[in-house]
């Protein structure tokens, strides 16, 4: 599904070109040209984020995001996830791929072709058959030559010992630099920092199993509040702001993008509880558990429409907040 990066790249247009026409009242009183850091882009929720991010990076677009939790999201940490998971299951073959086309080594689609088209077992067995063969400092050779050896540490060392080696053999820092735009290195940096640490928070440190440090991130990825945060790569200045609506309360800007607007609420499935809780009162009006909404009572079929109404109402309010972010000197909602 590519219409959340196709919205982010027409963003990206229109963001270029009202650098170009757009002028703002400063705090002097006097009119001066529209900057990255007078334009936010606010979503409903985080979900969509990296699309969003995909397009502003390919235009060249400077930008900091909301970081609260989304560590473990990032492009270059779900790099580094998929290579643990590759050394303690190798035939998962989309993780495989996914490591080999990213920095770290950086193989094209005919690499990938030639992998596909190896007789034998899973990706990660071909790559092994095919190591004789392939000219030595190519992608899949580096490859071929690196990943047995940090398989073969992933039992013997604890996380952040192995992530160290991954690092250091790897070249990770200067290869994530080199993808990615000059003004987002430092950001990069950070987070695959960030990630090394996590491991030595993870039981202090001590000898944790590979399986439960990846079990422990997909628990954390789960729990949105415990979720790790992104590094903050710096202040606003000079920066477009991607934020979530929530996480703008209180800012303004003179000109505000609102994007996945047509998002749908999410749909619940099998049972579920309502339980009403009137601010004042001492205990819940009703503590109700129902099921379908094709297999409702009338009784049941009257407090789901109450509570759709409801939630209808907080959208209409977290619509209002959106649309208010916009400076009242000069409004720009897009």
């Given at each position: 599904?590519q219409?959340?990066?196709?919205?982010?790249?027409?963003i990206?247009?229109q963001?270029?070109?009202l650098l170009?026409?757009?002028t703002?009242?400063?705090?002097?009183?006097?009119?001066?040209?529209?900057r990255y850091?007078?334009?936010?882009?606010?979503?409903?929720?985080?979900k969509?984020?990296?699309?969003?991010?995909e397009?502003?990076?390919?235009?060249?677009i400077p930008y900091?995001?909301?970081s609260?939790?989304?560590?473990?999201?990032?492009i270059?940490?779900r790099?580094?996830?998929?290579?643990?998971?590759?050394?303690?299951?190798?035939?998962?073959?989309?993780?495989?791929?996914?490591?080999?086309?990213?920095?770290?080594?950086?193989?094209?689609?005919?690499?990938?072709?030639?992998?596909?088209?190896?007789?034998g077992?899973n990706?990660?067995?071909?790559?092994?058959?095919?190591?004789?063969?392939?000219?030595?400092?190519?992608?899949?050779?580096r490859?071929?030559?690196?990943?047995?050896?940090?398989?073969?540490?992933?039992?013997?060392?604890?996380?952040?010992?192995?992530?160290?080696?991954?690092?250091?053999?790897?070249?990770v820092?200067?290869?994530?630099?080199?993808?990615?735009?000059e003004h987002l290195?430092?950001?990069?940096r950070?987070?695959?920092?960030?990630?090394?640490?996590l491991?030595?928070?993870?039981?202090?440190?001590r000898y944790p199993?590979?399986?439960?440090f990846?079990?422990?991130?997909?628990?954390?990825?789960?729990?949105?509040?415990?979720a790790?945060?992104?590094?903050?790569?710096?202040?606003?200045?000079g920066?477009?702001?991607?934020l979530?609506?929530?996480?703008?309360?209180?800012?303004?800007?003179?000109v505000?993008?609102?994007?996945?607007?047509?998002?749908?609420a999410?749909?619940?499935?099998g049972?579920q509880?309502?339980?009403?809780?009137?601010?004042?009162?001492?205990r819940?009006?009703?503590?109700f558990l129902?099921?379908?909404?094709?297999?409702?009572?009338?009784?049941?079929?009257?407090?789901?429409?109450?509570?759709?109404?409801?939630?209808q109402?907080?959208?209409?309010?977290?619509?209002?907040?959106?649309?208010?972010?916009?400076?009242?000197?000069?409004k720009?909602?897009?």
């Open positions: 599904d219409r959340h990066r196709q919205e982010g790249g027409m990206a247009m963001i270029q070109s170009e026409q757009q703002v009242v400063g705090q002097n009183k006097e009119a001066r040209p529209l850091d007078d334009i936010m882009i606010l979503v409903r929720s985080r969509h984020v990296h699309a969003y991010e397009a502003l990076r390919a235009a060249g900091v995001t909301a609260r939790g989304t560590l473990l999201d990032c270059e940490i790099d580094l996830v998929a290579l643990l998971n590759i050394l303690i299951i190798p035939y998962n073959n989309l993780n495989l791929a996914s490591v080999l086309r990213s920095p770290l080594f950086q193989c094209s689609d005919q690499d990938l072709m030639q992998l596909a088209a190896e007789p077992g990706w990660l067995d071909r790559l092994f058959a095919l190591a004789p063969r392939l000219e030595p400092g190519t992608p899949l050779a490859a071929a030559l690196w990943l047995p050896r940090w398989q073969g540490l992933a039992g013997q060392r604890p996380v952040h010992d192995l992530l160290d080696r991954i690092y250091s053999e790897g070249n820092a200067a290869r994530y630099e080199a993808a990615f735009p290195h430092s950001r990069v950070a987070n695959l920092t960030r990630f090394i640490e491991a030595l928070e993870m039981d202090s440190g199993s590979l399986a439960a990846l079990d422990r991130l997909n628990t954390l990825k789960i729990l949105e509040e415990d790790p945060d992104e590094v903050a790569e710096g202040a606003a200045a920066n477009v702001r991607l979530t609506i929530h996480a703008a309360k209180g800012l303004e800007a003179p505000v993008f609102l994007a996945d607007a047509a998002a749908a999410p749909v619940t499935r049972y509880v309502m339980v009403r809780w009137p601010a004042q009162a001492a819940p009006s009703n503590f129902c099921g379908k909404a094709s297999e409702a009572d009338s009784v049941t079929a009257a407090l789901l429409e109450h509570e759709a109404r409801e939630e109402r907080e959208q209409t309010n977290l619509l209002y907040v959106a649309l208010t972010r916009a400076k009242q000197d000069r720009s909602v897009v």
